[in-house]
T-cell receptor, first 111, second 116 residues
Framework: GQQVMQIPQYQHVQEGEDFTTYCNSSTTLSNIQWYKQRPGGHPVFLIQLVKSGEVKKQKRLTFQFGEAKKNSSLHITATQTTDVGTYFCAGRAGSARQLTFGSGTQLTVLP | KAGVTQTPRYLIKTRGQQVTLSCSPISGHRSVSWYQQTPGQGLQFLFEYFSETQRNKGNFPGRFSGRQFSNSRSEMNVSTLELGDSALYLC???????????????FGPGTRLTVL
């Protein structure tokens, strides 16, 4: 079945440093979504990427979808303590409706 | 619009018991998906309901079941609870159109189930 791997599992950064999490799928994806889960909270939808090579920005967050539509990344510039949480990618393969989630990257930002 | 609501928020049960969790989707959303989240396994898909029918199912034993009502509210049932069923159970709602593979899921706050 489809697998979505996400690295790193944990990342500790000093406030102001950049952060990147990577997502790789075993199959070509029709689209990929990114979610953020704060400690004690639930996943909150951030963004969806659909096109090959697509890049989207949300303030300090930059999301990329690979040319082959099998990988994606989330980059945060100049992290802040409010960025703390676990970031998940979730992909759909082909015409499937089911989302397969990556294992998540837990980000800690040290003040 | 009100968000996805789940009840109860916390639950403590003992092995062998059964439990029913409830999820009310965002108004107008017809699809409800259920996930199990544990520290070791991440977010695991349980099943999806649309128009009162199970549309997709993950790899969980038959002890896990669900249903959806005509108002799109959904319930999930776990019978003969095991210690390993302790987890955060999340439901997510979406519009659910079969032709829309870009459908976005919105999660509820989850039910924290502890099995003793």
């Amino acid at each position: 079945g489809q697998q979505v791997m996400q690295i790193p599992q944990y990342q500790h950064v000093q406030e102001g440093e950049d952060f990147t999490t990577y997502c790789n799928s075993s199959t070509t994806l029709s689209n990929i979504q990114w979610y953020k889960q704060r400690p004690g909270g639930h996943p909150v939808f951030l963004i969806q990427l659909v096109k090959s090579g697509e890049v989207k920005k949300q303030k300090r967050l930059t999301f990329q979808f690979g040319e082959a539509k099998k990988n994606s990344s989330l980059h945060i510039t100049a992290t802040q303590t409010t960025d703390v949480g676990t970031y998940f990618c979730a992909g759909r393969a082909g015409s499937a409706r089911q989302l397969t989630f990556g294992s998540g990257t837990q980000l800690t930002v040290l003040p | 619009k009100a968000g996805v609501t789940q009840t109860p928020r916390y639950l403590i049960k003992t092995r062998g018991q059964q439990v029913t969790l409830s999820c009310s989707p965002i108004s107008g959303h017809r699809s409800v998906s259920w996930y199990q989240q544990t520290p070791g396994q991440g977010l695991q898909f349980l099943f999806e309901y649309f128009s009162e029918t199970q549309r997709n199912k993950g790899n969980f034993p038959g002890r896990f079941s669900g249903r959806q009502f005509s108002n799109s509210r959904s319930e999930m049932n776990v019978s003969t609870l095991e210690l390993g069923d302790s987890a955060l159970y999340l439901c997510a709602s979406s519009m659910g159109s079969l032709r829309d593979t870009k459908d976005t899921q919105y999660f509820g706050p989850g039910t924290r189930l502890t099995v003793l």
